[in-house]
């Protein structure tokens, strides 16, 4: 049992940056990989970066987003973050997390990102 709460999502111009907040109800340091996703208008959920569980920070990315964005997790305080720089309007979606494959049941709000100028 678990649930994510995203945050720190906004509207921002492109090339700049965004931080994003993944905090899950229970600890994360056992826990299957924590994912970043995505959801554009009309589209369907996209992966967008995954970190290992514990003490392994193995870090995935998609390729749309690999050398703007970075993953990394504070097990001490339940939390993955998502570091997003240089963005692009094609980056603006619903941010959600979950975990890897994600659990239906697990889906939060997400936070919405916006790029625009």
């Known amino acids: 049992q678990v649930h994510f709460v995203e945050s720190g999502g906004g509207l921002v111009q492109p090339g700049g940056s965004l931080r994003l907040s993944c905090t899950a109800s229970?600890?994360?340091?056992?826990?299957?990989?924590i994912t970043w996703y995505r959801q554009a208008p009309g589209t369907q959920r996209e992966f967008v970066a995954t970190?290992?569980?514990?003490?392994?920070?193995?870090?995935d990315y998609a390729d749309s987003v690999k050398d703007r964005f970075t993953i990394f997790k504070d097990n001490a305080k339940n939390t993955v973050y998502l570091q997003m720089n240089s963005l692009k309007s094609e980056d603006t979606a619903v941010y959600y997390c979950?975990?890897?494959?994600?659990?239906?049941?697990?889906w939060g709000q997400g936070t919405q990102v916006t790029v625009s100028s």
């Open positions: 979950n975990l890897l494959p994600p659990m239906q049941d697990y």
């Open positions: 229970r600890s994360i340091y056992d826990a299957y990989a």
């Open positions: 970190i290992g569980s514990g003490s392994d920070d193995y870090t």
